[in-house]
């Protein structure tokens, strides 16, 4: 790929530019038009984002300095503007909405972390064991692509049944069968459903770094390994010193978008247990949530929304700065 | 330079939309008649399914074409969305022309400034406040203020009982307090069968039945000024009270500390269950496959003595009430249609198909009224129950107070021990989240 | 599995075989064959559990789902496949969903290329601000634009009478942009692989730059297509949040109409299940068929 910055102001298609032989094609067009057609193309995403994303977000951190109750939704421009009460009320810790707010920003960073940690291993090694043709292999593969192609509801639906205290299947299997535990255990009120949310959590996404890795993996060069083997290498060996190497500019996109996936998940915890998480599993979106809908505070829930907003914006920087040496800024 | 004049472009353009956005729903005025021929109604779920609402209600929304003209626009909206849909209407000002609401919302939308209220010249139009049931009115907004909104549907909770179960266990009489169901409860919980069910995860149902027995205790949850007052002795006795019927009267099954979708209906329509505290539920068991003569219903339990007024409240005023968006344009149309719904005839009809009572007292004296099932409740309704804390706050209190018993229960359905002081710590928490003003 | 008829030359990209690369010419040592089977053992049990609770369970009757869980079923019914269609309107929905998503992909495919090929082939002011700001709205959590939206939705209504708010319309609107950063992303990666030659050759040939691109870059770009069509799907076909809340009666999509079959007495487990398998399979279904070329299109595009 060329590597292009937004300041190297070469206006001229850069088929052209790299083609001498072609550079003065037969169907000249006017300059303005060739300036033009980048943006032309462009234009749709740019209106689209702009429509969907951009001005909705603007609009949100407005909301966050208003006080924007139930008193004042059905106009909102008329909210009186609360300067910075949303926020310094979102971070006073020692109050229980903030203390709320942490303890949810704390669930969430364990949440992802575990979650992100354990799908990228399973993801990575089903892509590793499966890097040699056996047989099964193609239909092996096909069913663990499952998880990831059903539909979020549908598959939390169906874990919620399988947690179920009473007739789910995880508590017979646990309790009746094996006597794992003394009585049936609750998976989605209490403590446990942690559990319940990771397990739910890895089951759908572990798939999707599968799919990943094994995409990489197609494209380390397989004169690296027989170079290795040649000199003799084991199986470790060249994992350690090939696959995961190679792997590195892979792994440093995929776990980015698992953890941006994974921490702004909403569908899993609303569709597991409804509009109020448990306080173990009160990941920050369905808090977020709540927070606004529920308890009709929109401001207060905007506040805590840009405030997530701010720090996925720098995890993502510092984690792209630290990892993307060696990878060009303009492949992002 | 242009990538800056870009970025300011773009920027500007958002401010832009953004002001415009801000108009929110005050754009639309305060509603007008400008399309007299239409109407949009949402309805709560009420029936089986909403399937079976469109059945019931598409005929009498006909017959009211036939006699106005306008037609209505029928949407029946599931009980998850209800409350999410009525705020984006609000805050968009995109909403229908007439809904309903849980009666327990009235005054959070009334203080939104959405519905129309109704002053005593709207009430003109629909009749009269009087022909309405008071405890009914109790319950369609703040004290003082015009009401938010007219009652639909009446209902109460009373206590539904297993004959058979009963007899079995060699109960003669239904329990009449608290101490006799704990009683006949623990008779019956054994061999996998239990005296009560209960809905721990249910918001809305852990605030009706704790607000009932907090009015025992002589807690009200709010002060006379409207300030949350969730710590009370008598709260945290209530709640204790309620919570230990799993945790150390242990008639309760654990399980039910994650029921949030009615599933103590189908255990008690099972036989499952001996016992369930619940408002109108003879169609549901009906549909369930239990027969009439199959269960008994009797009045909700009291501390001591009969259900009366006072520390002898023995329900919350349920029931649906019906408003018009202030943005409507078709007032007048609205307003009609709130007339045609609440009318003795409808009104009739309606609540047979529902099981509920109506809160128009005219259509109280129909003999559909004064069956097993509805006599208690009609009696529960005039004498012994009560509205919930008619103030904004109220959804806020549903969500924080029902969150903390939703806790509750799973701690003793763990099997950690409920205290006072961990009842307390879990109402303190809710407290402190309330907005403060 | 690339037809470049129009193609002066066959495309790289696309021909590369979805094959294992073996890691070497020496058999694999016993230890590695059996943690191997081990784990893809207990792997596939774990990923097949709930499918088989969603199969077995929409075939029981309905005392079999709300009693404790039994591996076989007491007996077999397909009523639960016959009921969910009259508890919810469940073909409205299906229909619904099949609209919204199926738009929505196609709206987002077209623009996802127009994009790409504008970042991959062209030097242009503003590009990087493009691309970064394109992929960061990934990061927007959805709630702190859900309320907005409406607003802006409503307004435009208000304005033009264009009905978003509520319609299958605005839907579309939301879930295409929705995969649009992450699709745009992944093309450009896959154009970039596709020869600058090809380009050329088509406009020495007389075709304009779109000419080029859409007889020539798309042809040989199938496979990422295809993987960002089935990704775009999926997002919209999906989707709870905005769904819940934008859509009504008359274009409520099955993420939302799901919620139907726990109803105001019963929960019927086994109509759920069954329900959710019908809804599953032509997405799961679609994705197996095209997996060939998700992993095509990724390794060529995404992960490059």
């Not at chain 2, 108009?23 to 109604?41: I, M």
């Not at chain 2, 149902?205 to 949350?228: C, R, S, W």
């Not at chain 3, 929960?267 to 399979?281: D, E």
Request: overall charge neutral; proline content about 5%.
């Amino acid at each position: 790929m060329t590597t292009t910055t937004a300041d190297a102001a070469v206006d001229e298609p850069s088929v052209r530019k790299n083609s001498p032989g072609a550079a003065r094609g037969p169907r000249r067009t006017g300059r303005i038009r060739r300036i033009g057609l980048p943006y032309l193309l462009l234009l749709p995403a740019l209106l689209l984002e702009l429509l969907v994303h951009l001005v909705p977000m603007v609009i949100g951190m407005v909301m966050s300095f208003k006080e924007l109750t139930q008193f004042y939704i059905r106009d909102w421009g008329t909210a009186p503007w609360s300067g910075l009460d949303n926020y310094t009320m979102s971070v006073d810790f020692d109050a229980p909405v903030g203390e709320a707010l942490l303890h949810s920003f704390f669930v969430t960073c364990v949440f992802t972390v575990l979650s992100v940690g354990i799908c990228w291993l399973l993801g990575t090694a089903a892509a590793i064991y499966m890097q040699d043709v056996f047989r099964g292999r193609g239909l092996l593969r096909a069913v663990f692509l499952v998880p990831y192609a059903l539909p979020v509801y549908a598959a939390v639906i169906t874990w919620a049944f399988m947690f179920q205290h009473d007739n789910g299947l995880v508590n017979h299997v646990l309790h009746d069968q094996l006597g794992l535990t003394d009585k049936p255990s609750f998976w989605l009120i209490g403590d446990n459903s942690f559990v319940a949310l990771l397990t739910v959590s890895v089951w759908k996404g572990w798939p999707f770094a599968f799919l990943i890795v094994m995409a990489g993996l197609q494209n380390i060069p397989r004169e690296l390994y027989e170079a290795a083997s040649l000199d003799g290498a084991g199986l470790w060996q060249q994992l350690r010193r090939i696959t995961l190497p190679s792997l590195r500019p892979v792994n440093q996109v995929l776990v980015l978008v698992l953890f941006l996936w994974t921490f702004n998940d909403f569908n899993t915890p609303y569709v597991l247990f409804g509009k109020a998480a448990p306080e173990a599993a009160d990941l920050i979106s369905i808090h977020i949530y709540q927070s606004s809908f529920v308890t009709w505070n929109f401001g207060a829930g905007s506040a805590m929304s840009v405030l997530l907003l701010l720090f996925l914006l720098v995890v993502t920087g510092v984690y792209l700065a630290l990892t993307s040496r060696g990878r060009k800024a303009a492949d992002v | 330079m242009r990538i800056r004049a870009a970025a300011v472009g773009a920027v500007t353009m958002s401010l832009a939309l953004a002001a415009s956005a801000c108009g929110g729903g005050s754009s639309s005025g305060e509603g007008s008649n400008d399309s007299p021929k239409t109407l949009t109604y949402w309805a709560s779920n009420q029936g089986a399914s909403i399937e079976v609402d469109k059945k019931v209600l598409r005929p009498e929304l006909d017959k009211f074409e036939k006699e106005t003209g306008i037609k209505v626009k029928l949407e029946v909206v599931p009980w998850s969305d209800l409350l999410n849909r009525i705020l984006t209407a609000t805050t968009s000002g995109q909403g229908p022309d007439v809904l309903n609401i849980g009666n327990t919302w009235s005054a959070s939308l009334q203080a939104s400034g959405a519905l129309l209220p109704w002053d005593a010249k709207n009430f003109g139009r629909i009749g009269g406040k009087d022909r309405f049931v008071d405890s009914a009115l109790g319950s369609t907004g703040v004290q003082g203020q015009d009401p938010a909104a007219v009652p639909l549907y009446s209902m109460a909770y009373a206590l539904y009982y297993n004959k058979k179960m009963f007899a079995d266990a060699g109960i003669s009489k239904p329990p009449a307090t608290w101490d006799e169901l704990v009683a006949d409860g623990k008779k019956i919980s054994k061999k996998g069968k239990w005296g009560l069910g209960a809905e721990g995860s249910n918001l809305s149902n852990n605030i009706h039945q704790i607000f009932v027995l907090g009015q025992q205790h002589d807690a009200d949850f709010f002060t006379a000024e409207g300030k949350p007052d969730f710590t009370s002795d008598g709260a945290v006795a209530a709640i204790k009270q309620y919570v230990d019927l799993m945790a150390k009267d242990k008639i309760v099954a654990p399980g039910n500390a994650e029921y949030a979708q009615n599933q103590s209906l189908s255990d008690f329509a099972k036989g499952k269950t001996a016992m369930v505290l619940w408002q109108t539920a003879s169609a549901t068991f009906k549909s369930l496959g239990m027969e009439d003569d199959e269960w008994g219903v009797a009045p909700a339990p009291v501390q001591s003595g009969t259900p009366g007024t006072g520390t002898n409240v023995n329900s919350m005023v349920a029931g649906i009430n019906m408003a018009v968006f202030k943005n409507s344009k078709n007032i007048d149309g609205a307003t009609k249609f709130v007339e045609f719904m609440t009318s003795d005839a409808e009104q009739k009809i309606l609540n047979k198909a529902y099981g509920s009572i109506p809160p128009v007292k005219a259509a109280q004296s129909d003999p559909a009224f004064n069956t097993q099932a509805t006599a208690a409740l009609r009696e529960t309704l005039a004498t012994s129950a009560e509205a919930l804390p008619q103030v904004a706050e109220e959804s806020q209190f549903e969500t924080a107070v029902g969150t903390a018993v939703k806790e509750l229960f799973a701690d003793a359905a763990a099997g950690r021990p409920v205290t006072t002081a961990s009842v307390k710590a879990k109402l303190e928490k809710a407290q402190q989240q309330m907005p403060t003003k | 599995m690339s037809s470049t008829s129009t193609a002066p030359r066959p495309a790289p990209a696309a021909e590369r075989p979805v094959r294992a690369v073996p890691r070497s010419p020496m058999a694999p040592p016993r230890s590695f064959l059996w943690s191997r089977a081990i784990f893809l053992t207990l792997l596939t049990g774990f990923v097949l559990l709930p499918v088989y609770v969603m199969v077995s369970s929409s075939l029981k009757p309905l005392q079999d789902v709300s009693g404790k869980f039994r591996w076989v079923p007491s007996g077999l019914t397909i009523r639960p496949y016959i009921d969910i269609w009259s508890t919810v309107p469940l073909a409205k929905y299906f229909m619904n969903s099949l609209i919204v998503a199926g738009a929505a992909t196609v709206c987002s495919v077209v623009i996802a290329v127009f994009s790409a090929y504008a970042v991959s082939r062209y030097n242009f002011r503003g590009k990087r601000v493009f691309t970064v700001t394109v992929l960061s709205t990934q990061m927007f959590p959805g709630i702190l634009f859900l309320l907005p939206l409406f607003l802006i939705y409503v307004n435009i209504g208000n304005a033009t009478g264009i009905a978003l708010f509520g319609s299958r319309g605005g839907l579309i609107l939301t879930y295409l942009t929705f995969s649009l950063p992450f699709s745009i992303w992944m093309l450009i990666g896959y154009f970039d692989s596709v020869p600058r030659d090809l380009d050329e050759a088509a406009l020495v040939d007389g075709c304009g730059p779109l000419g080029a691109l859409f007889r020539v870059v798309v042809p040989a770009a199938i496979p990422g297509i295809v993987a960002v069509a089935v990704y775009a799907f999926m997002t919209a076909w999906g989707e709870v949040l905005f769904a819940s809340v934008m859509t009504n009666d008359a274009t409520r999509t099955l993420a939302v109409g799901l919620q139907g079959y726990s109803t105001q007495n019963e929960v019927y487990w086994n109509q759920i299940m069954a329900a959710s398998l019908v809804v599953s399979i032509p997405v799961v279904a679609g994705f197996l068929l095209l997996q060939r070329y998700l992993v095509a299109g990724l390794t060529a595009g995404a992960v490059k």
